[in-house]
């Protein structure tokens, strides 16, 4: 496991802290009902593809969109920016050979899109009773590197779960053109708060961004480790990381921050 400090030991300097920006995926929500979103999406993609004469098999749409992902990963980690929902449906629509319908594209980036709203994931537990604390002494703000759900749509699932309203600015990475760790995304969410960076905090569960890209821009970090079914933060789960404390649930940010 990384190497942590106690909860004894805080490193940040609570009277120092004016922001707390804070991920959104594995942070703030789990990843929980994937597999009724996954449904969806590709019964969509069946019925556009029954519709244009081309009819596919399940195993087809699942490899394409594993290629797609592969493609999403590798434009994430080297350009530091999350292609859109509609290129990564153009993407698999090309491995499918499909016809290049816009009727069909549009419907499926829509269903890819929209998919988070029918079958929303849960939020993380303690999170909103915490968000509620956190807002009364620190500026909120979300810093999101989004995927096949854009921005606009996150945030609709946070304002059905009553927590959109705890943040002052909101940085979604289609919006940015830009994905952690760059340093803009942290500029944009610090925009909205009226705080340096030294007098902010940011909890995120991937080292290699949320970490790395707050340390680099000179802000104190939290790495959450209280979703256990997150993934993306495997390949640094042996190694030391750079935050100044490590939170293993929302209980803990609250002791962290609020004491």
Not at 92 to 119: C, M, N, P, Y
Not at 165 to 187: I, N, W
Request: aromatic share 8%.
């Amino acid at each position: 496991m990384p190497e942590s400090t106690s909860l004894s030991e805080n490193r940040i300097p609570k009277e120092r802290v004016k922001a707390v920006t804070i991920d959104f995926w594995n942070t703030l929500y789990d990843s929980s009902n994937g597999d009724g979103r996954t449904h969806d999406r590709h019964e969509t993609i069946l019925r556009n593809a029954a519709r244009l004469n081309a009819p596919l098999e399940e195993a087809a749409v699942k490899a394409a969109q594993k290629e797609a992902w592969e493609y999403f990963n590798k434009v994430w980690r080297e350009e530091q920016r999350t292609p859109s929902t509609r290129r990564m449906v153009e993407y698999f629509w090309q491995r499918l050979a499909l016809s290049a319908d816009e009727q069909a594209l549009q419907e499926v980036t829509l269903a890819f899109e929209e998919g988070i709203v029918k079958h929303p994931p849960s939020l993380l537990p303690n999170v909103k009773e915490v968000l509620a604390r956190l807002s009364e002494k620190y500026y909120l703000a979300l810093i999101s590197d989004t995927a096949f759900s854009p921005g606009r749509v996150l945030k609709r699932v946070m304002e059905a779960d009553g927590i959109a309203e705890y943040f002052s600015m909101m940085s979604f990475s289609d919006e940015t053109g830009v994905s952690k760790p760059h340093a803009h995304a942290y500029e944009v969410a610090l925009s909205g708060t009226r705080c340096q960076a030294h007098e902010c905090v940011h909890i995120g569960d991937i080292e290699r961004t949320d970490i790395a890209g707050a340390k680099e821009y000179g802000m104190f970090a939290i790495l959450f480790a209280g979703d256990p079914h997150a993934r993306m933060n495997d390949e640094h789960k042996d190694l030391p990381t750079q935050a100044d404390m490590r939170a293993e649930s929302w209980s803990d940010i609250a002791h962290i921050l609020l004491g």
